[in-house]
């Protein structure tokens, strides 16, 4: 099963690629673990993060109102993954 950890991006919101819109990060996961650990990341350690949420559903956003980022948990590195323990 495949789990996604989704999170606003206050710092990128309204401007460049997401100019006059939301910009929302998306990171997909092997695993509910892997989802946890990236939502616990993004709640205590990343300040411009908020809205963050670990789930199974597929995330959709409407791209009048969403700029999305996706990345897959291989991609990641440094703070995302300082401390996995999987």
Request: with cysteine.
């Amino acid at each position: 099963m495949t789990y996604f950890a989704t999170m606003t991006d206050n710092f990128m919101s309204g401007w460049g690629g997401a100019e006059g819109r939301i910009s929302k990060y998306v990171v997909e996961c092997d695993t509910k673990e892997q989802a946890d650990h990236i939502h616990s990341v993004a709640r205590d350690e990343r300040d411009e993060m908020n809205r963050v949420v670990a789930k199974s559903e597929r995330p959709i956003y409407d791209a009048k109102t969403y700029q999305v980022s996706r990345k897959h948990w291989d991609d990641l590195g440094g703070m995302w993954k300082d401390g996995w323990q999987g």
